[in-house]
């Protein structure tokens, strides 16, 4: 329930998370969605079966969500067959879709219903609400904002929703919800300011930032408490990063010039995407950890 992950009071905790850097070697598997005229494709999500989800951009109309199972592809397109607009950003246990097109955030089920996410008028949100994750218990949280550049987070769980923002912050982005109900994303203090790594956790927040970084963004974090994202270096170059609970360590992504991961599954998968820096075409991965 929500109640383990209450919002701290303004003079709660902060703790700070930091150690040194090292590598985190994974075995990568890339992907490139084949359909014409495809040509960045982002991985977000994978089912406990092993179903990629994600969205591609297409030079001809705009960008659209997939799914990929045992090398098939799927374009995934809502509200309505063909519209351009969709992305998806997770799956759930039972396979269900999370994202969000040109009229709404939505939850699409296995047949293809679409239930609208939505966060309510008193919110007085400035954007479409944008859904990130959601748990094994259902609980879905996400993103919207309130003015340029101001985003706040939310968490709708049993029909309800719960808006979060980091205390003090100009902007917070909530990007995870793991099993337990911990709470992942980032947060600025300014508008156009750097952006810094959260960790909640039964109302104490950790702050998360890699090392000599210009700026952190966790993403996901599972039922260990291990916590993936992406930071900027001193090139405001995106590359990814893995946090056990005490050490930082950077992910290895031989032959690519930039990466973000996006999700770490409770088997310690990774997903996310990447740039060649050769060819410079964006491809999904899926990360499986070397032993």
């Avoid at 994974?26 to 994600?54: C, H, I, R």
Wanted: hydrophobic content about 35%.
């Amino acid at each position: 329930m929500f109640k383990r992950i209450a919002k701290p009071a303004s003079g709660g905790v902060l703790l700070v998370a930091t150690s040194a850097a090292k590598a985190q070697n994974f075995t990568f598997k890339y992907y490139q969605d084949p359909s014409p005229n495809a040509y960045t494709t982002k991985g977000t999500d994978l089912s406990p079966a092993g179903e990629l989800v994600g969205w591609y951009t297409n030079f001809a109309n705009g960008v659209w969500g997939f799914t990929e199972s045992g090398g098939a592809y799927t374009t995934i397109s809502v509200p309505t067959s063909g519209s351009p607009d969709t992305i998806i950003n997770a799956i759930s246990t039972g396979n269900k879709l999370l994202g969000y097109g040109s009229t709404s955030g939505f939850v699409r089920d296995t047949t293809g219903n679409l239930t609208s996410i939505a966060v309510p008028a008193s919110f007085k949100a400035t954007s479409l609400s944008n859904p990130l994750s959601i748990n094994s218990s259902g609980t879905i949280v996400g993103t919207f904002s309130v003015a340029p550049g101001a985003q706040r987070g939310f968490i709708h769980e049993n029909g309800t929703y719960t808006a979060y923002q980091v205390p003090g912050s100009f902007s917070t982005v909530v990007h995870d919800i793991s099993d337990s109900g911990v709470l992942v994303g980032s947060y600025q203090t300014s508008n156009g300011g750097s952006s810094t790594g959260f960790m909640l956790s039964n109302g104490t927040l950790t702050k998360i930032a890699f090392p000599g970084a210009n700026g952190t963004v966790a993403t996901s974090i599972n039922l260990a408490g291990h916590v993936v994202g992406y930071f900027y270096n001193k090139s405001q170059v995106l590359l990814p990063f893995y946090y056990d609970g005490t050490t930082y360590t950077q992910i290895s992504t031989p032959g690519e010039y930039a990466c973000v991961v996006q999700h770490i599954k409770n088997s310690g998968s990774i997903v996310g995407d990447c740039t060649d820096s050769s060819t410079f075409v964006t491809e999904a991965f899926v990360g499986t950890p070397k032993s």
